[in-house]
């Protein structure tokens, strides 16, 4: 059974940083595309940033300079570094995989993802 699980979130002050991080199990997601999304309440699930299988990251324009995405291939594990935090970025966050693998651009449509974790809540507090 393929799983992603997601872990890290919390309440975090403005300002501050949360690393969250999702392990892949059932399955190995060297070739595919791996991403970041969010949702907020009320709001539909946005990309956030994805890295492809050989490093290179994309990234929303909101979060362009505060987050960092990464990957650890041989522990199928992904990353999400977000720094300076702000109360926009409050939402859950959710990781997913990339169904074609070795796809040569970054997709930030969900329906190019076809594994999701159960997410994540980051709440940042003003």
């Known amino acids: 059974q393929v799983q992603l699980v997601e872990s890290g979130g919390g309440l975090v002050q403005a300002g501050g940083s949360l690393r969250l991080s999702c392990a892949a199990s059932?399955?190995?997601?060297?070739?595919?595309?791996m991403a970041w999304f969010r949702q907020a309440p009320g709001k539909e699930r946005e990309f956030v940033a994805a890295i492809t299988w050989n490093g290179r990251r994309n990234y929303v324009d909101s979060v362009q300079g505060r987050f960092t995405i990464s990957r650890d291939n041989a522990k199928i594990t992904v990353y999400l570094q977000m720094n300076s935090l702000k109360p926009e970025d409050t939402a859950v966050y959710y990781c997913a995989a990339d169904k074609i693998p070795l796809r040569l651009e970054i997709s930030p449509a969900r329906d190019d993802y076809d594994y999701w974790g159960q997410g994540t809540q980051v709440t940042v507090s003003s």
């Open positions: 059932g399955r190995t997601f060297s070739r595919q595309t």
